[in-house]
């Protein structure tokens, strides 16, 4: 069954430490996102790519944060230095826009604590 | 930029009654897609609808989709306990497929 492959699931660190984030998208699909989901400001989108290249990251603070597609099979973002106000679940979502379904599917997320 | 408005924020209900969640947003899209999420875990597509007039069920659940009135419903057809989750839809921005999602209706069922 395809799904979407996020690293780690659960992440504790301190203050200022780098956090990578990874994602694996679903085979061929080949637009990926990141979302962030917080209680106070719900689903927020990150970043964005559509065959490997960056269609928006408006969504991201460029200080601290960033987002690649190394290969058509991995996405990472990047948070350096983290801040406790960056503990959030992070999503990482795949889809084809072209496809007949047009889902797009989401990972598991990536549980991240700053403290 | 799109906004999107769903509304009521938190339904409760009880088994056996029916019940629409309104997913309303500001600007022109031709497409939206309903998602559900459980406590702790993530985003499970439910609907993707397409064009204007669009209507998809999946058992006790029946979404539909006005694009002149950018207005989206999700009804639910003599609820479960089991669907007890929360409700986000997301309307998609221009052909680069971005969602924009809403704040989610919470949704309890009760026995």
């Known amino acids: 069954d395809a799904r979407v492959t996020q690293t780690p699931r659960h992440k504790v660190t301190e203050m200022g430490q780098e956090v990578t984030m990874r994602c694996q998208p679903i085979?061929?699909?080949?637009?990926v996102f990141w979302y962030r989901q917080t209680m106070m400001q719900g689903l927020e989108l990150l970043a964005y790519f559509r065959n490997r290249a960056p269609l928006d990251d408006s969504g991201m603070p460029k200080d601290r944060f960033s987002a690649e597609m190394p290969d058509a099979t991995l996405a990472t973002l990047k948070i350096q230095p983290s801040e406790p106000r960056d503990s959030a679940v992070y999503f990482c979502?795949?889809?084809?826009?072209?496809?007949?379904?047009?889902?797009?599917?989401f990972g598991e997320g990536s549980w991240l604590t700053v403290v | 930029e799109l906004k999107v408005e769903q509304n009521p924020l938190f339904l409760s209900m009880q088994e056996g009654k029916n019940y629409t969640i309104y997913c309303n947003y500001s600007t022109t899209s031709d497409r939206l897609y309903w998602y559900r999420q459980d406590p702790g875990k993530s985003l499970e597509s439910l609907f993707v609808l397409l064009s204007n007039g669009a209507v998809k069920q999946e058992g006790r659940l029946m979404a539909s989709l006005d694009t002149k009135a950018r207005l989206s419903t999700l009804h639910i057809t003599a609820a479960v306990h089991d669907l007890s989750a929360t409700y986000f839809c997301?309307?998609?921005?221009?052909?680069?497929?971005?969602?924009?999602f809403g704040k989610g209706t919470l949704l309890t069922v009760n026995p």
């Open positions: 085979l061929g699909h080949n637009t």
């Open positions: 979502a795949s889809g084809l826009p072209t496809g007949l379904r047009n889902t797009i599917y």
């Open positions: 997301a309307p998609g921005e221009g052909s680069n497929y971005k969602l924009t």
